[in-house]
């Protein structure tokens, strides 16, 4: 599989989004911002989180190959630990965090992994599919004691961070990869063109076969600059003006040499 990405931060600010992409996997990860003020116990951020979860995940992808990616998730983050090097308090209920969207091939499939509000989205010959985790827009309400009460628990939602028993709660399936037409990761920050912006996933993937990734993204920060009043969906929280922005994808090329990879 061949993938183009882009990734941007949100403007004046570092980049808490993070993806790799390789002939054969794609990783796009999605740190959680730490609000003013919080005591997350951990002289860490949330940039050295998604990049050391990352390379964890590589690790985990190179050691165990046939595993499944839930598993393979919960050896990324059980390494994660580890390279706290007993710095920090792992039993800290805000230690940081991330999403993930993982896409990987095997054989004739292809298979994906979710995990907090990143999202894979495919085409194949019954349509395009969403996979989407959206347990995160279910939450009673959003302030720190509540979202730290609720935090890789059962009836909140689930999130990479310090419990490696939080993959198990991942969204996970398979396609077969000879019915693939185009295959597309991307953190919140891409897919508020859809949850709020009114675009679907159809005119996404029409945006980067002209424009290729990097046309996504400026997609995103012409709506944010022109249409900052739908960032508010009833029953959500409201969004961040801008936010960090990154996606990967593939055109997907099968044996009978449909798609096209985009260029960078």
Not at 37 to 63: F, M, N, Q, S
Request: contains cysteine; proline residues 6%.
């Amino acid at each position: 599989m061949d993938f183009a990405f882009a990734t941007e931060p949100g403007p004046g600010r570092p980049n808490e989004d993070h993806v790799i992409v390789s002939g054969g996997f794609a990783i796009v990860l999605d740190g959680v911002t730490r609000p003013p003020d919080l005591d997350t116990g951990c002289v860490h951020g949330a940039v050295w989180l998604v990049r050391t979860l990352a390379t964890c995940l590589v690790e985990a992808l190179a050691a165990e190959p046939a595993a499944t990616l839930d598993l393979i998730l919960a050896s990324a983050i059980d390494r994660l630990r580890g390279r706290h090097a007993g710095r920090c308090d792992l039993t800290n209920p805000n230690s940081p965090s991330s999403t993930v969207a993982i896409v990987r091939e095997r054989g004739d499939q292809v298979d994906y992994l979710v995990l907090c509000d990143s999202s894979v989205v495919f085409e194949d010959g019954n349509g395009i599919t969403v996979v989407q985790d959206d347990r995160t827009a279910r939450l009673p309400a959003y302030d720190r004691h509540t979202v730290a009460r609720l935090r890789n628990r059962p009836g909140g939602f689930w999130v990479a961070s310090t419990d490696p028993s939080a993959a198990a709660e991942a969204l996970t399936g398979s396609v077969a990869r000879d019915n693939l037409r185009r295959l597309l990761l991307c953190t919140d920050g891409v897919s508020r063109l859809v949850e709020f912006f009114g675009l679907d996933w159809a005119e996404i993937f029409v945006l980067v076969e002209r424009s290729g990734p990097r046309g996504v993204i400026d997609a995103v920060r012409r709506y944010e600059e022109t249409c900052p009043g739908l960032l508010t969906r009833p029953g959500h929280a409201r969004g961040k003006r801008h936010d960090d922005a990154t996606l990967a994808v593939s055109l997907v090329r099968t044996r009978t040499g449909i798609g096209t990879p985009p260029s960078r």
